[in-house]
């Protein structure tokens, strides 16, 4: 199971964590990421990373948002910078089994999902 936190509502320029803890069995080979959605638009990934802590970012949110894992606390982090009011969705935390040397952005590929935590930037 997946549980998201940290979202809420900032000014543009501002900055929040996202956390997700995973609890019950954790994968030990896996990609995790943050994905978001929009109204109106289609799930799009924002962050991803593998067991071997390699990240992949989207354009839109490349030097700005880090993503990072605390493995003692089955815990992923989304830290976002510079928010926009593009950035604003509800954001959701997903994982899979998986042994890839990069993890796709691609949401359809993640089995696991979290409820999903809202983020508004005005």
């Known amino acids: 199971q997946l549980v998201e936190s940290g979202g809420g509502s900032v000014q543009a320029g501002g900055s929040l964590r996202l956390s997700c803890k995973a609890t019950?069995?954790?994968?030990?080979?896996?990609?995790m990421g943050w994905f978001r959605q929009a109204p109106g638009k289609e799930r799009e990934g924002v962050a991803t990373?593998?067991?071997?802590?390699?990240?992949v970012y989207s354009d839109a949110v490349k030097g700005r948002f880090t993503i990072s894992q605390d493995n003692g606390k089955n815990t992923l982090y989304l830290q976002m910078y510079s928010l926009k009011p593009e950035d604003t969705a509800l954001y959701y935390c997903?994982?899979?089994?998986?042994?890839?040397?990069?993890?796709?952005?691609?949401?359809?590929?993640?089995?696991?999902w979290g409820q999903g935590t809202q983020v508004t930037v005005s």
């Open positions: 019950g069995y954790v994968y030990k080979d896996k990609c």
């Open positions: 990373l593998n067991t071997h802590r390699r990240t």
């Open positions: 997903a994982a899979k089994r998986s042994w890839d040397d990069v993890c796709s952005l691609t949401h359809l590929e993640y089995t696991e």
